[in-house]
């Protein structure tokens, strides 16, 4: 136990870090015709990338 407190507490900060400096960034991502679902005016867009290769 006492060789794991320390990593999770690392990995919290870790974590908390990252999540601090990526809710500052915001990117526009222009949609066009692709598939959606939900409604237009949601107040979050979750984009999935993927690649079929």
Known sequence: ???????ATGMF?????????A????ITVP????PSMGP???P???VEFIDFQ
Do not use: H, N, Q, Y
């Not at 900060?13 to 400096?21: N, S, V």
């Not at 809710?23 to 915001?26: E, H, L």
């Open 44 to 46: 979050v867009t979750i």
């Open 23 to 26: 809710a500052d960034k915001r």
């Open 13 to 21: 900060l870790l974590l908390f870090l990252t999540l601090t400096a």
């Open 40 to 42: 237009e005016d949601a």
């Open 1 to 7: 136990m006492k060789k794991i407190l320390p990593f």
């Open 31 to 34: 949609l066009g015709d692709s």
